[in-house]
C-alpha cells in the first residue's frame, strides 16, 4: 500500500512538473526590464527564449521573434537545448509510468516488470528535473551577466538598453524542475517497495516430507506344495482313488 502511495504521488508530481518546466518554456518573461533606475516608464520591454517584446503604456505589446539563430548567444542556445531535452525526458517518463502504475491493470504484466518500468520513468523524470534547473539557472547566469557588462539579453539591443532582472519564467522554471525532481525520486523509492513485494509474493517455502522407514519383512508362513493329482470318490463308494495326469 505504501508503494502504491507513493507511486502515485510521484506520478502526479510529475505531471505538474512537466507543465511547469512546458509553460516556462513558452513564457515570454525570462528577462524583465528593471525599473529601479529607469526614468523611461512609458515602455516596458522583457524577452524570452524565442521572443522579445514591448508593451507600451496604452496596453499595446508587440513581439519580435529572434529571427537567428547563429547571432544569438550560445549560452541562449543552450538553454534552448536543455529545455527541450527536459520536456522529451519528462514526457516519456510520464507515459512509462502511466503504464507501470499498479492500480491500472495491463494484461498479465507481473509486478517485477511493472516495478523495472517505475525505475526507468523515476530515472528519465530526475533527468529532466535536473535540465529544467540547469537550463534556468543558465539563464538566471545570462542575465546577471548581461547585468554587470550593461547589454542586452537575446535580442534587445540598443543605444539605451534598459537592465534586465529575472522574470516570471525563471521561478516557474525552478519551481517546475524541482516537482520533477522530488517526483523522480518518489517514482524510484516505490520502484524499491514494490520489488521487495514482488520478492516476498513470489518466493516459495520448501516444505520437507517426512521420511517414513518402512522395514519390509519377508513372509515365513508354510506355502502349499502344488500337487498335480487329486483325490475323488469312486462309484461304489471307495475313497482314496488317485488319478495322475500326465
Same mark, same amino acid.
Given at each position: 500500500?505504501?508503494?502504491? =502511495?507513493?507511486?502515485?504521488?510521484?506520478?502526479? =508530481?510529475?505531471?505538474?512538473?512537466?507543465?511547469?518546466?512546458?509553460?516556462?518554456?513558452?513564457?515570454?518573461?525570462?528577462?524583465?526590464?528593471?525599473?529601479?533606475?529607469?526614468? &523611461?516608464?512609458? &515602455?516596458?520591454?522583457?524577452?524570452? =527564449?524565442?521572443?522579445?517584446?514591448?508593451?507600451?503604456?496604452?496596453?499595446?505589446?508587440? !513581439?519580435?521573434?529572434?529571427?537567428?539563430?547563429?547571432?544569438?548567444?550560445?549560452?541562449?542556445?543552450?538553454?534552448?537545448?536543455?529545455?527541450? &531535452?527536459?520536456?522529451?525526458?519528462?514526457?516519456?517518463?510520464?507515459?512509462?509510468?502511466?503504464?507501470?502504475?499498479?492500480?491500472?491493470?495491463?494484461?498479465?504484466?507481473?509486478?517485477?516488470?511493472?516495478?523495472?518500468?517505475?525505475?526507468?520513468?523515476?530515472?528519465?523524470?530526475?533527468?529532466?528535473?535536473? !535540465?529544467?534547473?540547469?537550463?534556468?539557472?543558465?539563464?538566471?547566469?545570462?542575465?546577471?551577466? *548581461? !547585468?554587470?557588462?550593461?547589454?542586452?539579453?537575446?535580442?534587445?539591443?540598443?543605444?539605451?538598453?534598459?537592465?534586465?532582472?529575472?522574470?516570471?519564467?525563471?521561478?516557474?522554471?525552478?519551481?517546475?524542475?524541482?516537482?520533477?525532481?522530488?517526483?523522480?525520486?518518489?517514482?524510484? =523509492?516505490?520502484?524499491?517497495?514494490?520489488?521487495?513485494?514482488?520478492?516476498?509474493?513470489?518466493?516459495?517455502?520448501?516444505?520437507?516430507?517426512?521420511?517414513?522407514?518402512?522395514?519390509?519383512?519377508?513372509? *515365513?508362513?508354510?506355502?502349499?506344495?502344488?500337487?498335480?493329482?487329486?483325490?475323488?470318490?469312486?462309484?461304489?463308494?471307495?475313497?482314496?482313488?488317485?488319478?495322475?495326469?500326465?
Amino acid at each position: 500500500m505504501a508503494a502504491t =502511495l507513493c507511486q502515485v504521488m510521484g506520478f502526479i =508530481l510529475s505531471l505538474l512538473g512537466l507543465a511547469g518546466i512546458i509553460a516556462a518554456t513558452g513564457m515570454d518573461q525570462w528577462a524583465t526590464e528593471d525599473l529601479y533606475d529607469n526614468i &523611461v516608464t512609458a &515602455v516596458f520591454s522583457y524577452s524570452g =527564449l524565442w521572443n522579445s517584446c514591448v508593451r507600451q503604456s496604452s496596453g499595446f505589446t508587440e !513581439c519580435r521573434p529572434y529571427f537567428t539563430i547563429l547571432g544569438l548567444p550560445a549560452l541562449l542556445q543552450a538553454v534552448r537545448a536543455l529545455m527541450i &531535452v527536459g520536456i522529451v525526458l519528462g514526457a516519456i517518463g510520464v507515459v512509462i509510468a502511466i503504464f507501470a502504475l499498479k492500480c491500472l491493470k495491463m494484461g498479465n504484466m507481473e509486478d517485477s516488470i511493472k516495478a523495472t518500468m517505475t525505475l526507468t520513468a523515476g530515472i528519465m523524470i530526475i533527468l529532466a528535473g535536473v !535540465c529544467g534547473i540547469a537550463g534556468v539557472s543558465a539563464f538566471a547566469n545570462l542575465i546577471v551577466q *548581461t !547585468c554587470m557588462e550593461g547589454g542586452g539579453v537575446g535580442g534587445l539591443t540598443g543605444t539605451l538598453t534598459p537592465r534586465y532582472t529575472f522574470g516570471p519564467a525563471l521561478f516557474v522554471g525552478w519551481i517546475g524542475g524541482a516537482v520533477l525532481f522530488i517526483g523522480g525520486i518518489m517514482l524510484c =523509492l516505490a520502484c524499491r517497495g514494490m520489488s521487495s513485494e514482488a520478492t516476498q509474493r513470489y518466493d516459495g517455502m520448501a516444505y520437507k516430507a517426512a521420511s517414513h522407514h518402512t522395514i519390509y519383512k519377508s513372509d *515365513t508362513r508354510p506355502r502349499p506344495a502344488f500337487n498335480d493329482s487329486y483325490k475323488a470318490h469312486s462309484v461304489d463308494g471307495r475313497s482314496n482313488q488317485r488319478f495322475d495326469y500326465v
